[in-house]
């Protein structure tokens, strides 16, 4: 009995020490990550509540700063948040089933997949400043290739100055958008569709299923996982998304392509409201991670 009872001891004492251990191994990285991520949403909500210029003292508000940030028509937050969404609209109904699609096709080991996978890949690798540059010679209203090329089809009548017209503005800040990222999702998606079983694959084909049919049963199925890591990028891109609208339209014009991020640079930047600012910061983190929640969500309730 003493035995049994002296080796439950030292059993416990072992898983213990091994306990302390890993807790040792893992407190670099959870104090890494605590100071550079929980303390900043931290500080950030802690100052929401404030209305701070960033010089002086703040005065305490409560959550009056969040009250404004929707009741407020001149802050034009719902604005904002409105083209966030079509832009994530884009991104999950557009640019993904396209990634998708690309995918499928390459993971078929077609000639020079390869060297396709690298062109599409390619638009990633750029800077998105870079990008905004080029996508705004292709805007440009006197030289640029678009309206030369409906000059070139006798479409002179649908000319445009695509990043000035509040009509056209927020399309041509989707579309760059939209068309960088592909090659992200198309990568993400084919190594899902490579680690498919070819075994699966070619008893299918013995049983008469065609290519189309093989993809729609087994492939997209079996590749679930990572087409809602996808979307969840997708949406929570869309949210956060800022380079390409600051270089192309920064905003406008008359704020028709604000976007959350844009919206808080001016708050901070221009008018000195760091606490609406913060809030701003707070509102994005809260829809990032309910969004991605609902996203999981729902993909669990598809697997049910």
Partial sequence: MENNQ???TQKRKKELQKGIIIFIFLLPALLLFVSILIAPIAVSFYRSLFDWNGFTEGTFIGFNNYIELFTNGSIKFITALNNSFILAFFSVFVQLPFALLLALLLGRTIRGNRAFLSIFFMPVLISTVVIGQLWLKIYNPDYGILNRFLDAVNLGNLKHVWVGDVK???GSVI?????QYIGYHMLLMYAGVMGVSTDLREAAMLD?????QIDKYIVIPIIKPIIKVSVIFAVTGSLKTYDLVRILTEGGPFQSTEVPSTLLENMLFLRNRYGMGSTISVMLIILCF???LLITAAFKDKEG
């Fill in 168 to 170: 056209t503005a927020l």
């Fill in 290 to 292: 309910a969004f991605a």
């Fill in 6 to 8: 002296n080796r439950d």
């Fill in 175 to 179: 579309v760059p958008t939209v068309w």
């Fill in 208 to 212: 008469g299923a065609t290519n189309w």
